[in-house]
């Protein structure tokens, strides 16, 4: 059960908040109940994650994707494939959120959705100009293309849905699902982000840093990270103008930045051919690698393999967080340069873009084997993708909850209640929270003499006086408590026998 711990127990007033009081104690029932089933849940699962094991003595990076294409099952050997597009390379590369759609870019204008464990093909245009990037958006029935000019949307049979004209001269984008933002930087400094739900752009800012051609997103809390030509990499959300973040990263330009699923780490590559490892939530260095021909492109699968791209050779590394690199988990010759690399999210497959097509690597250990039926199941009718959509828009998160630190929601602003609360003293002439000094209600009968309202008046004092001393007597316990359990372990440690005890006279 501690594995799926979400949070502590909320400390409880003693008094008043009755309200409060219940419904925490709803809030943790069901958290609690949530993380039994959770547990319960997980003994049940199907599916296990492997990894590529190689004979005595033999590197598992010495072994080609036609020796794991033979060996393996007929549905995971057709997972391996090449697709010879040479004429309008190099391309681009973006999987569904459910894994099961291929979208593919060329540099010289084709665009192309597949479904490609069945290997169709969904649509198939060119655009008459140059690509820069393509992504999905929300869901495989929409996509968005960065030509030349503009930005525009298509739907999955080619048909041009929209031309935004506000979004010129893109290079790169992101497409945060669960805020429906589409990320986009372009060559004039430029981060803006398009709310597909309704098609309005949130927020345009001017970085100020030259040509933006390095992008990757945070999923764990939807910053934009940025790399630039200076060596530094910044961090971006749509509520603010200026950097949350900038960390010098290389002494060159950076090439390619990308992020883990949890918002843990952060892999960057540079002109200096350097590959560095940072922890993002202490922005504190971790480690760094030499790389004779440096990164071009990055990715990280969803079990924290990395594969990096180095001209027209694909590397994939293993357990780069926990152990040093010395050698490659696998290889791959591409037919051509690299210029877009993707893993599949639930498969063992890594998407390679480049001069002469696409190819899809088996990569054994690289996908999460178990998936959320309600947040991305790759097997859903269109009914369920309809039903799906209409509760991810009613759950949509609001680009202005986007923080560094998304634990942040869930805390009181302490200094910015104070600052209220002055201000609204200031205003009225006196303190709306402070105690109300107590007044005998008026009682007939004789019972409102001056003696019984006395009585009345010291009973209420006696009741304030009570919950000081018991607030004092409990903290005068708990320093007790704590002096018994040192003095004890004093009197372990000194009860404890030493080697120098013989000296002793």
């Not at 008094?15 to 003994?43: G, V, W």
């Not at 590197?59 to 494939?81: P, R």
């Not at 927020?203 to 990757?216: E, H, N, S």
Request: hydrophobic share 35%; aromatic share 8%.
């Amino acid at each position: 059960m501690q594995k799926f711990k979400r949070k502590d127990k909320t400390k409880k007033h003693r008094r008043q908040h009755y309200k409060l009081k219940d419904m925490i104690a709803r809030s943790e029932e069901a958290s609690e109940m949530a993380q039994k089933q959770s547990a319960r849940f997980d003994l049940l699962l199907p599916e296990d994650a492997g990894f590529l094991e190689g004979d005595e003595d033999e590197d598992t990076c010495t072994i080609s994707q036609e020796d794991i294409a033979d060996v393996v099952d007929i549905t995971s050997g057709a997972k391996y494939f090449n697709l010879k597009l040479s004429q309008f390379g190099p391309y681009r590369v973006d999987y569904s959120k459910t894994g099961r759609h291929l979208l593919l870019g060329g540099r010289r204008g084709h665009v192309a959705c597949v479904d490609w464990q069945s290997k169709q093909l969904l649509c198939e245009i060119n655009v008459m100009e140059s690509i820069n990037d393509v992504k999905w958006l929300h869901s495989e029935a929409m996509y968005a293309v960065a030509q030349k000019k503009w930005l525009h949307i298509y739907d999955s049979n080619g048909i041009e849905l929209h031309c935004i004209r506000k979004f010129n001269d893109v290079l790169r984008m992101q497409f945060l699902p669960y805020h429906f933002l589409l990320a986009t930087a372009s060559a004039t400094s430029f981060l803006q982000y398009l709310d597909v739900s309704v098609g309005k752009e949130v927020a345009a800012i001017c970085t100020k840093t030259g040509r933006l051609d390095v992008m990757c997103q945070n999923p764990h809390n939807a910053i934009i990270h940025l790399g630039h030509p200076n060596g530094t990499v910044t961090l971006w959300s749509p509520n603010q103008k200026e950097a949350l973040a900038k960390m010098l990263c290389h002494q060159g330009g950076v090439r390619s930045v990308t992020v883990d699923k949890t918002g843990t780490y952060m892999v960057t590559s540079g002109m200096d051919k350097k590959l560095k490892l940072y922890d993002i939530r202490a922005f504190k260095p971790l480690k760094s690698f030499f790389l004779p021909a440096g990164a071009s492109c990055l990715s990280l699968s969803q079990r924290g393999l990395l594969s990096a791209a180095t001209g027209d050779i694909v590397q994939v590394y293993k357990d780069v967080w926990s152990t040093p690199v010395t050698k490659p988990y696998m290889a791959h010759r591409a037919q051509g340069t690299v210029w877009g690399l993707h893993f599949c999210p639930f498969e063992d497959v890594l998407g390679v873009g480049h001069g002469d097509g696409f190819t899809s690597m088996l990569v054994p250990g690289a996908g999460e084997p178990n998936f959320d039926g309600l947040d991305a199941n790759p097997y859903r009718s269109a009914k369920q993708r309809q039903e799906w959509e209409v509760k991810a828009l009613l759950e949509k998160i609001q680009p202005e909850l986007i923080t560094l630190d998304p634990n942040e929601l869930g805390q009181v602003d302490h200094a910015t209640f104070q600052q209220r609360h002055q201000d609204r003293v200031q205003a009225l002439g006196f303190d709306p929270l402070a105690k109300e000094k107590f007044i005998p209600k008026f009682k007939k009968k004789g019972r409102s003499s001056a003696g019984s309202v006395e009585r009345r008046k010291k009973q209420v004092a006696h009741e304030d006086q009570r919950d000081i001393i018991r607030k004092t007597v409990e903290d005068k316990m708990k320093m007790e408590k704590e002096r018994e359990e040192r003095e004890k372990k004093k009197a372990v440690l000194s009860s404890s026998r030493s080697a120098l005890d013989r000296f002793k006279k």
